[in-house]
């Protein structure tokens, strides 16, 4: 970014006075005449009275802060004085001689008309200061008319003292703040140019006559009114240059006043318009005198940077402070105070620790002996300030440490100054800005008692000191709300009883008097809002006893009246249970409100933030009648809307609300009709009926988790139509949710052409990613799911395709940027999930040795993301059990091997599962093969697998489960293998399998497929022992048909089955 222009002419000159003395004076070009100001010509014979007498004070010096220091309300004013008992004493003064001065000159006819308008305008100013005479009401209107009435007061017959009591007058208008006392002053002043015009010798006009319709037109609140001003002034330059009359002479009081009034004004022009004075003191300045600008003057344009804010005009305002001692001119408080107020508005980071470098100047330099530096309380005030506009933690602890040095005795380290209530206040606030709301609430409620602490204190000290003066520390409604906001933000678990407490003892301040004290409708919002966070019975009822209580100090008399967001409080204390009954309770609370609404007991009628905070409760409640409940509170919506309710009309977030119940609901067909209906009325120019990307999310997934035929094609065909919405009627494009949605429902189905569909999803999605929708960049999960489709449908060229899946993702990573996609270990997995479930495919175990070969090397330098595990050995063991090769077995156990390797190695953290052992063994059941040797080897890997798990694995770590007991049974059972040779090792497996209680029915099933008659009786023998059959005459009973896994011992069966009913089946005998 560019960094602000500052060398601007303005900064130029200030540069060389610095350097060198003041410039001669050029010449100004001269105004056009104003309507109501003289126009002097250079060939007058007679010099106009343009002075004021030395000891009359100047018109007041208005506020430099147009209303407070930042956020306080404190007023800062500069080193003018209100003048008015000074200027009626020199109007009775001047009285007297101009009464004297009529009898002398004979003028009897005009004596009378002016002693008696000159007595009564006296006597009224005389009755504004405080005398015991009565006065009209329109003492100053009155007074006024009889001035400018030339029948009262003819043309060329004013007199010195009128002028005195007109400039009196000029000063009481230019009060009232407003544009018709302006233009009256303006009046008053042409009165008196009119008599100079007229000849009369004993009247004269003076700067401060001039200055004090400058003040006028600044006070006035119009945006034309600093451009008026600054003509009245430079006509009186223009007078003064043509005159040489030393009494109308600009001096800096004339033009602060001129400059406090483009201050004040709304002109956008403000700013230029200050500067512009600022280079006239600096460059115009007469040759007999020099006008020179003073601390007020630096103090006004200050001010006016601080309203513009932003880092030029800090640049600006430090340029100033920094040549005032070039010009000679020393720094007072009220230029620290409005270089303070440019940093607190600056909006920077860093404004607290500029404005405690400003304060610590102060300090330093009153401590040098420049009293006019002392820091009041308001600069103390604005560090603490410009704390509460940059929120943070460190914040906080600053403020409170700083208010703690305000409290302290100078002795024990503090600043020597008493707090006031801004103090406090700004404190508490930058404590509720804190970032960490809980932390911020604990430390500004202590400083709230404080607060309360020190005005008792003040209030029994002033009590027994009989001080009648104001306050300095009076509690503030202000500062109890802030803490209360703050507390309600915390979520602390206390935090309602806290509030609680903190208003019942803003009642009792209330109940002693302090009537301003009693919680308002702010206060008890407070409270309703931390209410609906605990999401209990008890809150919402606590909210409602509390909603009563505002309608009962409502009666009262108390600003407290509830409005819209007491309940949209108390709606979401119900929102928060997510019950049928809550959401009907809400239904009441709204219907009330809208009775409350009609009898014009509430102000304002629920809008449609309340309505869909009641939809959104019906929704979370999932009763069976809440889809007829939203759509009878959108019919409701629209009748009211019909019949002038003010914002009461539905918008897209009650609509997504009721779409959202109908999708819990699972009525797709119903959220279906409704969108269409919303993307109709859209179409007719119904914006708040937009559909947005929730809108169609919730259509999808109505048909993804209902039970309608080919939800699948529906969801997608909704998909189409966001798409086609987004293209053709400026919508907003879908959402990635709304893919991954569909092709997770995909994954889950078991349709032979979920697939397929969600293959054809996923590259409609990459098409569009591809096309510059950078929102639809595809997660992971997309390509993983479609990979799944293939792998659960057990495709038998899902390893094929799922590597293809893999390159396209590749490629989107590298060439499109595709930011969310990572090749991991999670994606190879599901590829070699793939290759594991493609049934039938020569190549699988093949392929799928192929990228555990990858995924080791890539480990093996140093690529953390794609480090195999158990799960990736399995799967490739598992491809190979399923393949048709013949050294499937041999190829089976390698795998095993190398996983035992990589944890001998600390490769792998753990050493192979029991899974990846019974996977070894399964492998070998379906070893089947012409050649008989190859059958041997698998039932040699299978035994030896087998006595590993048993024999040669550490205790406790790996036991067989029932699924490897019975594959090894289904590898005796399914090899060609002599039963000479097998037989033993199947009677000891098979004991073992009963003694750990691992029977299954798989197990059971398995070894009576594998054993001969013979050896099937030996192996139930315990089994017949304790059960008695009792088979008829007519059957011929086969023992392993007989037996069920009910009939074996229950240490035999394995815990996890499920045996049904305990019932033993009974074989009647012949």
């Not at 001669?24 to 104003?34: E, G, H, M, Y």
């Not at 006065?135 to 003292?161: V, Y």
């Amino acid at each position: 970014m560019r960094k602000p222009r500052i060398c601007s002419f303005l900064f130029w000159i200030i540069a060389q006075k610095t350097a060198e003395s003041f410039l001669p004076t050029r010449n100004l070009v001269p105004f056009s005449d104003p309507p109501l100001l003289p126009k002097v010509s250079s060939s007058d014979n007679r010099q106009l009275h343009l002075s004021f007498s030395h000891n009359s004070n100047s018109p007041s010096q208005v506020d430099v802060q147009d209303g407070s220091v930042s956020d306080a309300e404190d007023d800062v004013r500069l080193d003018g004085c209100d003048s008015s008992k000074n200027n009626t004493a020199t109007s009775d003064k001047h009285f007297n001689k101009g009464e004297n001065s009529s009898k002398e000159n004979g003028k009897e006819d005009s004596q009378s008309r002016a002693t008696s308008t000159s007595t009564s305008v006296s006597a009224s100013t005389s009755t504004s200061q405080g005398n015991n005479f009565a006065r009209s009401e329109r003492w100053l209107e009155d007074a006024t008319a009889k001035i400018l009435d030339p029948s009262i007061m003819p043309l060329g017959r004013l007199t010195e003292d009128d002028v005195v009591s007109i400039t009196s007058l000029m000063i009481a208008w230019s009060r009232r703040k407003s544009l018709e006392a302006a233009m009256t002053v303006e009046q008053l002043l042409k009165r008196i140019v009119d008599d100079l015009r007229a000849g009369n010798q004993d009247v004269y006009v003076s700067t401060k006559i001039y200055t004090v319709a400058i003040e006028a037109w600044g006070k006035s609140d119009e945006a034309a009114g600093a451009e008026r001003a600054q003509t009245i002034h430079d006509v009186m330059i223009q007078t003064f240059r043509e005159t040489k009359d030393p009494r109308i002479k600009p001096t800096s009081k004339s033009y602060n006043t001129l400059m406090l009034a483009w201050a004040k004004s709304k002109n956008p022009l403000a700013i230029l318009g200050a500067e512009k004075i600022l280079r006239a003191m600096l460059t115009e300045s007469d040759t007999e005198s020099v006008v020179r600008p003073d601390s007020v003057t630096f103090a006004i344009i200050l001010n006016i940077y601080a309203r513009q804010s932003g880092e030029e005009a800090i640049i600006k305002a430090e340029t100033l402070v920094n040549s005032m001692s070039g010009l000679q001119v020393k720094k007072n408080n009220s230029v620290y105070s409005a270089l303070q107020d440019v940093y607190v508005r600056s909006g920077r980071k860093d404004a607290p620790e500029k404005t405690m470098t400003v304060l610590q100047e102060m300090l330093s330099a009153h401590s040098e002996g420049h009293v006019r530096s002392r820091p009041k309380i308001v600069n103390y005030n604005n560090v603490l300030c410009a704390y509460s506009r940059t929120p943070s933690q460190n914040s906080a602890l600053r403020a409170v440490e700083m208010v703690n040095r305000i409290e302290a005795p100078a002795e024990e380290g503090g600043y020597d100054i008493d707090p006031d209530r801004l103090t406090y206040f700004f404190a508490i606030l930058t404590c509720s800005r804190c970032p960490n709301s809980t932390f911020g609430a604990n430390i500004a409620e202590p400083l709230l008692e404080r607060m309360e602490i020190r005005s008792k204190a003040e209030a029994k000290r002033r009590e027994e000191l009989s001080i009648a003066a104001h306050p300095f520390i009076s509690l503030d409604i202000e500062c109890f709300n802030v803490v209360l906001t703050a507390l309600s933000k915390s979520r602390d678990r206390n935090a309602v009883d806290r509030i609680f407490k903190i208003i019942s003892r803003m009642e009792e301040y209330a109940d002693r008097g302090q009537e301003y004290l009693r919680p308002n409708t702010r206060s008890l919002n407070t409270a309703l809002n931390a209410l609906s966070y605990r999401k209990t019975k008890d809150a919402a009822k606590r909210a409602e006893q509390t909603l009563k209580r505002m309608f009962e100090l409502s009666a009262e008399g108390a600003s407290s009246k509830p409005d819209a967001f007491s309940y949209t409080a108390i709606l979401r204390c119900y929102q928060g249970l997510a019950t049928s009954q809550a959401a009907q309770r809400g239904n009441d609370v709204l219907s009330r409100m809208e009775e409350l609404y009609e009898t014009n007991v509430l102000d304002e009628p629920p809008d449609t933030y309340h309505y869909t905070i009641v939809c959104s409760t019906w929704s979370l409640s999932r009763s069976k009648y809440a889809p007829k409940k939203c759509i009878e509170i959108l019919s409701r919506m629209k009748e009211k809307d019909r019949e002038g309710w003010p914002r009461v009309k539905p918008n897209i977030r009650t609509y997504n609300a009721v779409l959202d119940c109908l999708s819990r609901s699972h009525q797709a067909t119903r959220a279906e009709e409704l969108l269409y209906h919303m993307l109709s009325l859209a179409r007719n120019g119904d914006e708040g009926a937009r559909p947005d990307p929730f809108s169609f999310n919730a259509v999808i997934n109505a048909f993804i988790y209902s039970k309608v035929r080919d939800a699948g094609r529906r969801s997608e065909s909704v998909l189409e139509r966001a798409l086609e919405y987004a293209e053709e009627d400026g919508g907003v494009m879908p959402e990635i949710k709304s893919f991954t949605s569909i092709l997770g429902f995909y994954s889950r189905q078991k349709a032979m052409d979920s697939p397929y569909r969600a293959r054809y999803v996923l590259n409609r999605l990459i098409s569009l990613f591809k096309a510059g929708h950078t929102h639809l960049s595809p997660h992971v999960s997309c390509f993983i799911n479609v990979m799944e489709c293939y792998a659960a449908q057990r495709h038998r060229d899902a390893g094929e395709s799922s590597e293809e899946i893999l390159r396209n993702m590749i490629k989107l990573q590298k060439h499109y940027n595709a930011k969310h996609l990572e090749v991991n270990t999670g994606v190879m997995n599901c590829v070699l999930n793939s290759w594991a479930e493609s049934i039938g495919n020569d190549e699988a175990g093949a392929r799928a040795e192929l990228i555990l070969d990858l995924m080791e090397k890539k480990s093996d330098a140093g690529d953390t993301s794609m480090v195999p595990n158990h799960r990736s050995y399995n799967m490739a063991i598992k491809a190979w059990s399923k393949s048709n090769g013949s050294n499937k077995a041999e190829k089976a156990l390698a795998t095993l091997q190398r996983a035992k390797n990589r944890h001998a190695r600390k490769k792998l953290v753990d050493p192979p599962p029991e899974y990846a052992y019974s996977l070894v063994i399964q492998a070998c059941a379906f070893s089947r093969n012409t050649d008989p040797s190859v059958e041997t080897r698998a039932f040699e890997i299978a035994v030896d697998v087998m006595n590993e798990l048993i024999n040669d694995v550490p205790a406790k770590q790996i036991e067989p489960s029932s699924a490897t007991y019975g594959w090894f049974i289904q590898v005796c059972a399914r090899l060609q293998i002599p039963e000479s040779s097998k037989e033993e090792d199947l009677k000891r497996i098979f004991s073992r399998c009963c003694e750990k209680g691992r029977v299954n029915e798989f197990a059971l099933q398995s070894i009576k497929q594998a054993s001969s008659d013979t050896l099937f009786s030996e192996l139930m023998t315990e089994c017949l022992e304790t059960t008695k059959f009792f088979p008829s005459e007519n059957d011929n009973p086969d023992l392993k048909e007989m037996i069920q896994l009910s009939h074996l011992p229950e240490y035999w069966v394995a815990k996890d089955y499920h045996q049904g009913t305990k019932k033993r089946r009974k074989y009647k005998s012949k």
